[in-house]
Structures are given as C-alpha cells and as structure tokens.
C-alpha cells in the first residue's frame, strides 16, 4: 500500500513534466493517485458524464499512463475522488472542497445564464448519476 502511494505521486512528477505548455489545461489542476487492484479494498464502477475539460485531462493521462505501463488497464473510482473548486458567489470568492459527484453537478451551473436554474431532470439527464 505505501508503495502504491510512493509510486503513484511519482507517475504524477513524470506526468506533468511530460506535458507540453500547449497541452496543459489553463483552469484545472488535475491529479490521479493510481492504485494496485490487488492491494485495496474493491469498488464497483458508478457511471457518471464527466465534464469535457476534465475528461480531456482524464485521457491524456491515459495515453501517458498506457505509454509507461503496457498492458495494465485502469478504471476511474470517481467516488472516490474529490477536488477543489474556485466559487463565486455574487462577490465573494470561496474554495470548496467535494466529491467527484459534487463536482460535476456543481459545474453544470457554469453554463446556466444569471437568474436561471436547473431543473432535477436537467441535472440526472446531464450527469447520468441518478437512474
């Protein structure tokens, strides 16, 4: 487990140094921690519609991790994930912290013109969370 912990905040070093300035995404920092299968406890896999930007950033480290690591497949635990947001609210600025979940609902509002809302069948329709 320590080893899984170690290694994964190496592959993230490589990672990033691998990137390009053009490649990098201007308005997220994104992190993954990969873990072993065989030395953690099992999760079932919950579908969820990631957003665009994070999904672009979800694929280039796919293409890093598959170009280091032949042969092994990795398979996104978002309930297990969590991230940080910049807010604002009218003029306060705040940082939230939230799940994965959290994050692509709240993200939604994003696009949502001021003084309109979203309806539940808009959120489970955008998010695929809720059956």
């Known amino acids: 487990m320590f080893n899984d912990i ?3 905040a190496e592959e993230m070093v490589a990672f990033r140094h691998s990137q390009t300035e053009a490649s990098k995404p201007r308005s997220i920092e994104f992190d993954v921690t990969v873990l072993s299968a065989s030395a953690w406890p099992t999760y079932p896999d919950i579908p ?3 957003p665009p930007k ?7 480290f796919e293409e890093f991790y598959r170009g280091k690591r032949t042969g092994r497949k990795l398979s996104w635990k978002h309930q297990l994930a969590h991230c940080q ?3 604002i609210f009218g003029d306060e600025k705040k940082q939230l912290v939230v799940s994965s979940f959290q994050t692509v609902v709240l993200l939604l509002f994003n696009d949502v013109p001021d003084g309109e809302s979203l309806q539940y069948s808009q959120i489970k329709e955008a998010t695929g969370l809720c059956k």
Do not use: H
């Open 48 to 50: 969820v519609r990631i």
């Open 54 to 60: 994070i999904e672009r950033s979800m694929k280039r």
């Open 85 to 87: 947001l910049n807010a």
């Open 6 to 8: 170690e290694t994964a």
